[in-house]
């Protein structure tokens, strides 16, 4: 069974740095490309950033890019996303996802991160 | 950038009704477009991928059609278990969500 647990969340305030961290099992993780999804309280999805199998691509959308890392790190099974410059609009609960041809088909439960003094 | 124009926001229904929610791509993204059902305080549940293809397990109530921008989802029968939000996703070049639709009860 595929699961995918993610710790790290918490409060932090503006101007810090937080990692997020998510333990795949059920799957030969490093087979896959691995995904970060965010949710503001009460507002939608938004994709956060993409990694290949061997970590040697990354992607991110301009909300985020050059102040997010995401790695893995494939002896592990775990996926990281390091925040820095954290600003309020980053208070999210943050999923790790499986990409399968691109479209997410597994979810972890989430942790939440909010940003604040 | 692709955006996703989802409709509506919300959406009314009594059991049993049929319900279409619609998103619209500002490009074409060739029906790289998958539907997610989530419920309060889950993860986000895959239904439909590749505009039209039924993930396992997702009820044959659900269905998904389109091409080029224009894209739709629509319930039959709704029943309580689909009390939920809904979102589309473009994962043509990377990923946009639609703002999501709000289904509840009438």
């Known amino acids: 069974e595929v699961q995918l647990v993610e710790s790290g969340g918490g409060l932090v305030q503006p101007g810090r740095s937080l990692k997020l961290s998510c333990a795949a099992s059920?799957?030969?993780?490093?087979?896959?490309?691995m995904a970060w999804v965010r949710q503001a309280p009460k507002k939608g999805l938004e994709w956060v950033a993409t990694?290949?199998?061997?970590?040697?691509?990354?992607y991110y959308p301009d909300s985020v890019k050059g102040r997010f890392t995401i790695s893995r790190d494939n002896a592990k099974s775990s996926l990281y996303l390091q925040m820095n410059s954290l600003k309020s609009e980053d208070t999210a609960t943050y999923y790790c996802?499986?990409?399968?041809?691109?479209?997410?088909?597994?979810w972890g439960q989430g942790v939440m991160v909010t940003v604040s003094s | 950038d692709i955006q996703m124009t989802q409709s509506p926001p919300s959406l009314s229904a009594s059991l049993g009704d049929k319900v279409t929610i619609t998103c619209q791509a500002s490009?074409?993204?060739?029906?790289?477009i998958a539907w997610y059902q989530q419920k309060p305080g889950k993860a986000p549940r895959l239904l439909i991928r590749?505009?039209?293809t039924l993930e396992s397990g997702t009820p044959s109530r659900f269905s998904g059609s389109g091409s080029g921008r224009d894209y739709s989802f629509s319930i039959s029968n709704v029943e309580s278990e689909d009390i939920a939000s809904y979102y589309c996703?473009?994962?043509?070049?990377?990923?946009?969500f639609g703002a999501g639709t709000k289904l509840e009860l009438k």
């Open positions: 996802a499986r990409p399968l041809n691109h479209y997410f088909d597994y």
């Open positions: 059920g799957f030969t993780f490093s087979n896959y490309y």
């Open positions: 990694i290949s199998t061997s970590g040697s691509r990354t």
């Open positions: 490009q074409n993204i060739n029906k790289y």
């Open positions: 590749y505009t039209s």
């Open positions: 996703l473009q994962y043509d070049n990377l990923y946009t």
